[in-house]
């Protein structure tokens, strides 16, 4: 039995290949939404599936897209990977996840895999790492892959011009900081990820500029680099009970911080909301199951992840230096509270 073609599907639908082409392929060409019915139809009756292979053989890329994840255990990561693989399957493709186990070395060595199997572009959820040798050998990445009319797109940034789908990492520490002061409280705490990773400096400028805006002093004893993680938080809450610190409000870089802080907190008998005041970014399912709720800036992840997906597969906004920007709204929770008292004081 002869393969159906896309010349049959045209033909049974009155309408050219191109049409065909544009309907099938997702591309952002105006159809009639008539035509679109029309094709749809025809699409149905004749059980067609597009010819990737010979796709393929003529543009010597794979119908495959590649994302490449810090730690896929982390529900963070998690999600991305979902919408990945969920948004690449609507689009007919497949999806290949790496995970790099937070080691450059491993992410840059997945570059030239992904790129062996000609994938036809590549997502990173990651922040980019603030040092030379691993900027460059990014650059010349992104460099090939646009030299041939695909992308690599990022999540998170990454020092480099090139399309994201992405926050403002600067501007959501500058807003769980002016939270917590529109609160009362004066003395904040800074609990952040690796210096090193621009997603984390970024965050901490914020959390500085608010500072700076209303009038505080930077206290550099309440500002801590560690990693993303729950034992990180844990570590650092403890260390500033320890020694003493005068703070009434821990600001974190992401909810696995917080995590950890509210723990620590916990074991020493300290009242959240009621003694310290603590405060987020990401929105991670947990975050409302924990004791208390955590308040936290909602990071759209799952529609971010999406919509990366659709600017490799459909050719759509941002182009090579632009960047789709998502809004972080505070969800309020019972983690914060205005001000009565604070740590380390009298």
């Known amino acids: 039995m002869a393969r159906v073609s896309i010349e049959d599907v045209a033909n049974l639908a009155g309408v050219s290949i191109t049409t065909v082409s544009r309907v099938i392929n997702n591309k952002d060409y105006p159809v009639a939404e008539k035509t679109k019915k029309k094709v749809l139809k025809a699409v149905k009756e004749l059980n067609y599936f597009p010819d990737f292979t010979a796709q393929n053989l003529r543009n010597n890329f794979s119908n495959t897209i590649g994302l490449i994840t810090r730690e896929i255990s982390d529900p963070y990561f998690g999600i991305i990977a979902r919408a990945v693989t969920e948004r690449a399957s609507y689009y007919g493709v497949l999806s290949i996840v790496c ?192 004791d208390p709720p955590l308040t936290t800036a909602q990071v759209p992840l799952y529609d971010m992840a999406l919509r990366a997906v659709d600017v490799i597969m459909d050719g759509s906004k941002p182009d090579h230096n632009a960047s789709l920007i998502f809004k972080t709204p505070i969800v309020k929770r019972l983690s914060t509270a205005p001000y009565i008292s604070g740590l380390g004081q009298g």
């Open 99 to 290: 995970n790099t186990g937070r080691n450059p070395v491993n992410e840059l060595q997945y570059h030239d895999l992904l790129w062996q199997h000609k994938v036809r572009g590549i997502i990173l959820s990651g922040g980019g790492l603030d040092a030379d040798d691993y900027r460059d050998k990014l650059q010349e990445q992104i460099k090939r892959y646009n030299d041939h009319g695909n992308r690599i797109v990022s999540l998170a940034p990454q020092g480099l011009e090139m399309p994201y789908v992405t926050i403002d990492n600067r501007a959501t520490g500058e807003m769980i900081t002016d939270y917590l002061v529109d609160l009362g409280h004066r003395k904040i705490a800074f609990l952040g990820g690796p210096e090193q990773i621009y997603t984390a400096s970024e965050r901490v400028k914020g959390y500085k500029l608010s500072l700076t805006k209303h009038g505080l002093t930077f206290d550099p004893t309440l500002l801590h680099h560690g990693q993303f993680s729950w034992e990180s938080g844990y570590e650092a809450a403890r260390r500033l009970l320890l020694e003493n610190r005068e703070f009434s409000g821990i600001c974190c870089a992401n909810d696995d911080i917080a995590y950890g802080v509210l723990q620590a907190l916990k074991e020493q008998n300290i009242q959240v909301p009621g003694q310290v005041s603590v405060i987020s970014i990401g929105d991670l399912p947990l975050s409302t199951h924990i």
